[in-house]
């Protein structure tokens, strides 16, 4: 278990059914250490441009120093569509 903050995140992308029967998908990026999140994004698709928001807005919201790339890396060879 991580203890300090911004050395371990969490991606999670989650189903969720809406009162109208309809679904949603819910990504978001926690912090270990903190159990914080610290993006979040909700989309009736669970597409490329789900997970590039979330990390867009992760972005924003981090100290600055801390390194992404491997983030948006790893998500580009799980899905060469994105590139």
């Known amino acids: 278990m991580e203890t300090v903050p911004f050395k371990v995140l969490h991606t999670d992308v989650t ?3 809406l ?3 309809k679904w949603a998908y819910v990504s978001a ?3 270990e250490a903190s159990k914080e999140v610290l993006a ?3 989309s009736n698709s669970p597409n490329s ?3 590039m928001d979330t990390l867009d807005e992760l972005t924003e919201n ?3 120093g801390v390194l992404l790339q491997s983030l948006k ?3 580009k060879v799980y899905n060469p569509s994105c590139s």
């Open 15 to 17: 189903q969720v059914r």
């Open 40 to 42: 979040f994004q909700v």
């Open 73 to 75: 890396i790893k998500y």
């Open 29 to 31: 990026i926690t912090d």
């Open 19 to 21: 009162a109208d029967t």
């Open 49 to 51: 441009k789900l997970i």
């Open 62 to 64: 981090i100290p600055e």
